[in-house]
C-alpha cells in the first residue's frame, strides 16, 4: 500500500494564479481531509469529506474548493492564490473523522509570491 | 467549540531523562482525544489515542499518555528519551457533532529538543 500520497510536494505560485493540489488515498477510506500547517498555528481543518460526492467546510475553507468524485481522490483547489494561503497542506483519510486514526500525507509546501 | 491548548512552545530534554508534555482540552462531552507526532519535513504519525475505558494509555516508541477528566487533560510521557524523539509533538482533539463528524482539533504543537 501507498498510503496516502500527495503531488506536488513543493509549488510555487504568483498571486492569483490557480493550482490544484492531488491528494489519493489506496485504503478504501471513506473519510479525506485537507489541513493547512502555519508557523505556531498547529494543522487547521480546510475541508473534509465523508465519502464520494459529500464534503463539507471545516475552520478555514476560505478562498479553496474541493470535490469528491472518486473514494480514492480529493483534490484541493486554489482559485485566487494569495500569500496568506503559503503554507504546507496536508491531505488525510480515515475510517473515521473524529474518532479514527488520521493517516497523513507528506505533505505539499506552497510559496504564493 | 472544543479547543486545544499545549502551554509549551518548546521543551529541551537531556537524552535518557523522562519526558511530559501537556495538553489541556476544552469540550463537553467526553472527547476523543489524540498524540501525533511530526519529525521534521514529515507527515504526521499517530502515537496513540483515547476513546474510553483504561485511563492510562499505552502508544508506540515507548509513549504513554494520561486521560484526566477533572483537569481536562491528556498529558503525554516517555519515562526515557532517545535522540530520534526530538520532533513536533500535537495533541487533537475529536468530537461527533450531532449531525455526523466535525473532524480534529489541533493544538499548536510543542517542539521538542534533545540535549546529549
Known amino acids: 500500500n501507498a498510503g496516502v500520497t500527495q503531488t506536488p510536494k513543493f509549488q510555487v505560485l504568483k498571486t492569483g494564479q490557480s493550482m490544484t493540489l492531488q491528494c489519493a488515498q489506496d485504503?478504501?477510506?471513506?473519510?479525506m481531509s485537507w489541513y493547512r500547517q502555519d508557523p505556531g498555528m498547529g494543522l487547521r481543518l480546510i475541508h473534509y469529506?465523508?465519502?464520494?460526492?459529500?464534503?463539507d467546510q471545516g475552520e478555514v475553507p476560505n478562498g479553496y474548493n474541493v470535490s469528491r468524485s472518486t473514494t480514492e481522490d480529493f483534490p484541493l483547489r486554489l482559485l485566487s492564490a494569495a500569500p496568506s494561503q503559503t503554507s504546507v497542506y496536508f491531505c488525510?483519510?480515515?475510517?473515521?473523522?473524529?474518532?479514527?486514526?488520521?493517516?497523513f500525507g507528506p505533505g505539499t509546501r506552497l510559496l504564493v509570491l | 467549540a472544543q479547543s486545544v491548548t499545549q502551554p509549551d512552545i518548546h521543551i529541551t530534554v537531556s537524552e535518557g531523562a523522562s519526558l511530559e508534555l501537556r495538553c489541556n482540552y476544552s469540550y463537553g462531552a467526553t472527547p476523543y482525544l489524540f498524540w501525533y507526532v511530526q519529525s521534521p519535513g514529515q507527515g504526521l504519525q499517530l502515537l496513540l489515542k483515547?476513546?474510553?475505558?483504561?485511563?492510562l494509555v499505552q502508544g508506540i516508541k515507548g509513549f504513554e499518555a494520561e486521560f484526566k477528566r477533572s483537569q481536562s487533560s491528556f498529558n503525554l510521557r516517555k519515562p526515557s528519551v532517545h535522540w530520534s524523539d526530538a520532533a513536533e509533538y500535537f495533541c487533537?482533539?475529536?468530537?461527533?457533532?450531532?449531525?455526523?463528524?466535525?473532524?480534529?482539533?489541533f493544538g499548536k504543537g510543542t517542539h521538542l529538543i534533545i540535549q546529549p
Open positions: 488525510a483519510s480515515s475510517y473515521g473523522l473524529a474518532e479514527e486514526t488520521q493517516y
Open positions: 487533537a482533539v475529536g468530537r461527533l457533532s450531532g449531525g455526523g463528524a466535525d473532524g480534529l482539533t
Open positions: 485504503m478504501n477510506h471513506e473519510y
Open positions: 469529506s465523508v465519502g464520494a460526492g459529500i464534503t
Open positions: 483515547y476513546f474510553s475505558g483504561d485511563t
